[in-house]
């Protein structure tokens, strides 16, 4: 079983449509992106907070992984 999948199994499709760029999960569901981050940061992930933008695109390529059967 990936842990990502069970620990955010109520927004998988909103993660999926994201990845899929039908829209940016920061903008549209902040709290959802809050929470993966700290998911990722307590999985040991750091990302780059002087550049948004890429911490942003390294966290949907995290996503996609995961969604994908990484773990």
Known sequence: MNSF??????????????????????????KIYKKVLRYYKSEGYQFSEEDPEQEYTSVINLIAEDLNGRG
């Open 5 to 30: 999948t069970d620990k955010f199994k109520k927004n998988l499709e909103v993660l999926e449509k994201a990845v899929d760029q039908g829209f940016a999960l920061d903008y549209k569901y902040p």
